[in-house]
């Protein structure tokens, strides 16, 4: 997600010519398909603050001013300002224009590319960042951003956001938004991968003799033994059984994975503390101790 407004906008969605101020004119067929503009031609890909509504005494002008090196910046529908993959420090701030970040799959796989976001700045006055994680990683960038119709932008480097940040608080409010905005997205991806590894575990103590489960009951939940003895009970005999004995302290764990019934019954001999793993959480079982899987799959 990139910070600005966003737009349910589908791929093939541009602006047309019309809706398009004098300069799209100007910028149409002045950039190489699929790379940004490289500043070598002064005139090819440019624009004035004008073009997009901005005044002379703006912050963007302001800006530049302040800041060797910062470039006006326009992209054609289609054009990349960002490839995945590209080790480039480049980071936007657009003005106008929206843009697509999308994903590429391997060459191999020949799949179209996967979107990620639409993103539309419609004017000067809710601009977005674009690439901002340069400021922090100067590893590969992740995913790609493709202008949609034409994109106004000013194309920095990393050191122009201590400058951004010391000196100008709104530009700086924005690009807080932005981290917090990516931030909130990863802690809910992290969170989505937890929950892939949460056993939703429970603690119970067990007195002596107390059952821990019978012969033929559904084996719906798996016990880790954690401390204390227990007693195995078979029609023939009786077994005593302490944490040594087991693999991992898991308790009969083969019906567990099968979708079985206990085979035995199982009391506390001692005071005995015990982990309750629910049926819900088996693949996340797996996921976590796939060694205890093998071994029952081993003994089948």
Request: glycine share 6%; proline share 5%.
């Amino acid at each position: 997600m990139v910070f600005g407004r966003l737009a349910a906008l589908p791929l093939n969605w541009v602006y047309t010519r019309e809706c398009l101020s004098p300069i799209a004119v100007r910028c149409g067929g002045m950039l190489a398909m699929g790379r940004a503009y490289d500043g070598e031609d002064a005139m090819s890909g440019t624009f004035e603050f004008a073009d997009v509504g901005l005044r002379e005494d703006s912050e963007y002008h302001r800006l530049v001013q302040r800041c060797d090196g910062i470039a006006r910046v326009c992209f054609d529908d289609g054009e990349y300002l960002i490839t995945a993959d590209e080790t480039s420090l480049d980071l936007y701030l657009v003005l106008k224009g929206a843009f697509v970040v999308e994903t590429h799959s391997e060459p191999a796989d020949n799949r179209p590319p996967e979107p990620l976001a639409a993103v539309e700045a419609p004017d000067a006055s809710s601009p977005a960042f674009v690439g901002e994680m340069a400021y922090l990683d100067a590893g590969l960038r992740t995913a790609s951003v493709r202008s949609s119709g034409v994109t106004y932008a000013l194309r920095m480097r990393p050191e122009h956001l201590n400058v951004i940040m010391e000196e100008f608080p709104v530009f700086t409010r924005i690009l807080c938004n932005r981290f917090a905005e990516r931030l909130r997205r990863t802690t809910e991806a992290l969170r989505d991968d937890r929950e892939l590894f949460a056993l939703h575990e429970r603690q119970q103590l067990k007195g002596p003799g107390e059952i821990v489960f019978r012969a033929g009951d559904p084996a719906e939940t798996l016990y880790q033994l954690l401390e204390g003895a227990l007693v195995r009970e078979t029609a023939e005999r009786e077994e005593p059984i302490d944490a040594e004995d087991l693999f991992l302290g898991f308790i009969e764990p083969g019906a567990y994975l099968r979708d079985n019934s206990y085979r035995v019954t199982v009391k506390a001999a001692t005071e005995t503390t015990i982990l309750a793993i629910p049926k819900e959480s088996k693949f996340a079982l797996i996921r976590n101790m796939p060694e205890l899987a093998v071994k029952c799959l081993k003994e089948c």
